[in-house]
Every structure is written in structure tokens, then in C-alpha cells.
């Protein structure tokens, strides 16, 4: 069914206001995009006003058998054991627009209002920090009175990827938001050969969803999976239902209705 119009006033009442989080004070050698912080541990971009890095400006996290890489837009893509033979999301080499395999969105479900933690793949008002350190990268964000924190790393010996993220309420009433997860599966080197003979499947157990690609030459046999703390109340494997036909991750048609996905 097709969810009703919202009231114009609610409508009003959903615009992004000018609010940010706070500007870091630490930086040594600032050059207006970023500066190294917590004594040259850390290197911290923050991007505000539209701006961005001139190039991709990306951290790499690895352990031996599992990494990903994270641009301070937080595009990402990961990989298991070889980052060109064996990626898991999808790796893009555009230094232009730099389009992520990997997405998070906020969602307010009374509004609808919808936003990403960082700056892919939707952009709105305020300043986005991000902060790279060795083995992780933390994202700060603040956008319609919810404030933020990203924290994305890889455990020194697990071949997972985890995010954790922490919400903050700042407004003036209570809220009700969800958290989605997208990822573009490759599961080898491309995603285009790769995409027809990807399945999925829903483990019973976890919640979680399970990737297989049965062709894969270099990596046979391989599991992925994707799973929300075993927290998820729906999901898809269906890329057209989540982004609308000829959609993109920055307005996924899934998001944009008061609807679940099909499984």
C-alpha cells in the first residue's frame, strides 16, 4: 500500500537545521580539510559546506586474513585474504564522485527523514569529522537533532568487519529511528561477473543474511554474511527493490516509504 502524505506542517518540521558537531581543537598542521590529532596517532579530516578532499583520502584496516579500506566520505568496500581476487563489497577506483559498496542510513520513522552517519552516500547540512587512527576510523556527524559516532574496525584476528554505532538524542522530544545496512555482494573480482551467481539466504539461527558465490575460482566455498547484532526485522537480497529502478544509494526507493522489505 502506499503510505499517506504527511502533513505539511510535519513536513516543516523535518528540515535539517544548521546544527554540527563540534569543531576539534587538537590539530596540529591543520590545512582547512584536516590535521593530525592525539599527538600523530590520528588523522582528522573534517569536511563542511560541501567540501571534500581533492583525492579519496582513505585509511586501510587489515589483519592477515580480512580488511577493508574507509575514504573520510566513508565510502568503503571490504575483502577476505586478497583485496583484488576476493573482495566481498563492491571497490570502486572513481576518484571523483568515489561511490561506496558498503552504506549506513538513519531513518526517523515518524518523518521519514533519512541521513547516513557520514558523508556517503547522503550529504546534508553540518560538519563531518573523521578520525583515522591505526586499525580504525571514527566518524562524527550530527543531522535533524541526533548526533553520530561510527566507529569501524577489524578485530586482530577475526575476519570480520565491525561497526559500532552510537545515537544521541539532542532534540527536544523523544524519537524513534531505525539503522539500515546496504552492501553491493561481489564475492570475487567483479561485481558484474560476479552479481548473476550470487545467492543469498537468511541463516534461521542468527537472523543473519548469508552470501555464496558457487563459482568463484580463487576463494571457492566461502561464506559471507551481514548481520545487525541479530536485531534485524526485515530484509532483501533484491537491489532493485531497495533502490528503486534506476536508483542509487543516495535515495533508495526502500527508504523513502513506511513499508518493510520482502523478507
Known amino acids: 500500500t502506499e503510505r499517506p502524505a504527511l502533513p505539511l506542517t510535519q513536513k516543516l518540521l523535518a528540515r535539517p537545521t544548521a546544527e554540527t558537531v563540534a569543531q576539534p581543537d587538537d590539530l596540529e598542521f591543520f590545512n582547512g580539510l584536516g590535521g593530525f590529532g592525539k599527538n600523530g596517532t590520528e588523522y582528522v579530516t573534517v569536511l563542511e559546506d560541501g567540501a571534500t578532499t ?24 571490504s575483502w577476505a585474504e586478497n583485496s583484488r581476487e576476493n573482495q566481498i563489497t563492491q571497490w570502486s577506483n572513481d576518484p571523483v564522485t568515489d561511490p561506496s559498496g558498503e552504506a549506513l542510513y538513519i531513518r526517523d520513522e ?46 586482530l584476528a577475526d575476519p570480520i568487519r565491525i561497526s559500532r554505532l552510537t545515537l544521541t538524542n539532542h532534540s527536544s522530544r523523544s524519537r524513534r529511528l531505525s539503522v539500515t545496512s546496504y552492501a553491493e555482494w561481489v564475492l570475487g573480482t567483479l561485481r558484474g561477473a560476479s552479481a548473476p551467481v550470487v545467492t543469498t539466504s537468511v541463516d534461521a539461527a542468527t537472523g543473519a543474511i548469508f552470501a555464496r558465490n558457487q563459482w568463484a575460482m580463487a576463494f571457492p566455498g566461502r561464506v559471507a554474511f551481514a548481520d545487525l547484532g541479530g536485531r534485524q526485522t526485515s530484509w532483501t537480497a533484491d537491489r532493485t527493490e531497495f533502490l528503486g529502478r534506476n536508483g542509487n544509494s543516495a535515495n533508495p526507493a526502500a527508504l523513502r516509504q513506511r513499508r518493510t522489505l520482502s523478507a
Open 110 to 155: 515518524e518523518t521519514l527523514d533519512l541521513w547516513s552517519p557520514t558523508a556517503q552516500p547522503i550529504r546534508n547540512e553540518g560538519r563531518y569529522v573523521a578520525r583515522h587512527g591505526f586499525g580504525y576510523s571514527r566518524f562524527s556527524h550530527r543531522a535533524h537533532g541526533i548526533e553520530s559516532q561510527l566507529l569501524s574496525y577489524v578485530p
Open 54 to 77: 581533492p583525492m579519496p583520502w582513505i585509511n586501510v584496516i587489515a589483519n592477515p586474513a580480512f580488511g577493508f579500506q574507509v575514504s573520510s566520505d566513508g565510502s568503503a568496500y
